[in-house]
């Protein structure tokens, strides 16, 4: 089974995330910050990452610099689920590493759609 590690400062959010994704296949870990989520993935990498941008202690931005530089890091699917909708954040995003961006509040036939794209699914 597929795994998915969704990042996210607000339980609301990783909750839906989880039953959505669930529904797609995916096992699910969950982390409340990037520094979690940089723990999580030293244990194991994930297939996906679906990634707030803003958190506490560490937020997506800086953690996906940290997974991309981790040795296979190069390989979970990065999607940032996130309020910033400016070109530069997602321009930003992008080329630090992201393979997509969802904007919230998302639904199930975003995020499949995303997953899709992706080759996820």
Known sequence: MRTCLVVDDSSVIRKVARRILEGLDFQILEAE???????????????????????????????????????????????????????????????AGANEYIMKPFDKDIVTAKFQEVGLI
């Open 33 to 95: 910050d990037g520094e979690k989520a940089l723990e999580a993935c030293k244990r194991g990498l994930p297939d996906a990452v679906l990634l707030d941008w803003n958190m506490p202690i560490m937020d997506g931005y800086e953690f996906l610099g940290h997974l991309r530089r981790m040795p296979g890091g190069d390989q979970p699917k990065v999607v940032f689920c996130t309020t910033e909708n400016d070109v530069a954040h997602i321009a930003r995003a992008l080329h």
